[in-house]
């Protein structure tokens, strides 16, 4: 079965860059999206088909990477900031989906 | 306004099955994909699985694929996951989530406000 795998934390200062990995061997091939969520509350997405940003995103959301690992990027990270972010992609055949473990941001 | 609805807290007891809907309002609901999602208090986010409305072709997660059922009613815009054979670990929030249809199709970016389902004797 497919899986994307996650740090389970990452902690920043204010004003920092948080990066935060997920890799998986399907990921060459098919698109990621990441989602942001706060306690008590349903994801939000932050970036869809590897790199893009949905509207009322901030700019300081940015996807990368290549081959089998994948990179959100948050640069001058704000307080608000704070959450779980998830990655989320196909298995090989694009057939069904699978989130990654989730990673906790910490600002400090 | 683009939103989906979902229906309320369920309590079921082990061995039952509940069903879930989510109710579609300004979106191309025939035109869509559904998928289910769900999470255990404090734990990740699991897809559980989707389908396409137009042809209700459906694919769920291998874990699931003897108990959960995908449905849709396009006379009400409506989705539907039936989760049958309840046992405690089912306890969690559904969601269900579909794309907007302003960004590439794959992009789930709607999502219902979700529904606690708890499973307790």
């Known amino acids: 079965s497919h899986e994307l795998t996650q740090p389970p934390s990452v902690s920043v200062s204010p004003g920092q860059t948080a990066r935060i990995t997920c890799s998986g061997d399907?990921?060459?091939?098919?698109?990621v999206y990441w989602y942001q969520q706060k306690p008590g509350q349903a994801p939000v997405l932050v970036i869809f088909k590897d790199s893009e940003r949905p509207s009322g995103i901030p700019e300081r959301f940015s996807g990368s990477g290549s081959g089998t690992e994948v990179t959100l990027s948050i640069s001058e990270v704000q307080a608000e900031d704070e959450g779980d972010y998830y990655c989320h992609s196909s298995d090989i055949s694009g057939t069904s989906r699978v989130f990654g473990g989730g990673t906790k941001l910490t600002v400090l | 306004q683009m939103q989906l609805v979902q229906s309320g807290p369920e309590l079921k007891k082990p061995g039952t099955s509940v069903t879930v809907s989510c109710k579609a309002s300004?979106?191309?609901?025939?035109?869509?994909?559904f998928q289910w999602v769900r999470q255990a208090r404090g734990q990740r986010l699991e897809w559980v699985g989707w389908?396409?409305?137009?042809?209700?072709?459906?694919k769920s997660a291998e874990k699931f694929q003897e108990r959960v059922t995908f449905t849709r009613d396009t006379s009400t815009s409506t989705a539907f996951m039936e989760l049958k054979n309840l046992r405690s670990d089912d306890t969690a929030v559904y969601y269900c989530?579909?794309?907007?249809?302003?960004?590439?199709?794959?992009?789930?970016?709607?999502w219902g406000q979700g529904t606690m389902v708890t499973v307790s004797s």
């Open positions: 300004d979106l191309n609901f025939t035109n869509s994909i």
């Open positions: 389908i396409i409305v137009e042809t209700g072709t459906t």
């Open positions: 399907a990921l060459s091939k098919q698109y």
């Open positions: 989530a579909a794309p907007s249809g302003k960004y590439y199709w794959g992009t789930f970016d709607m």
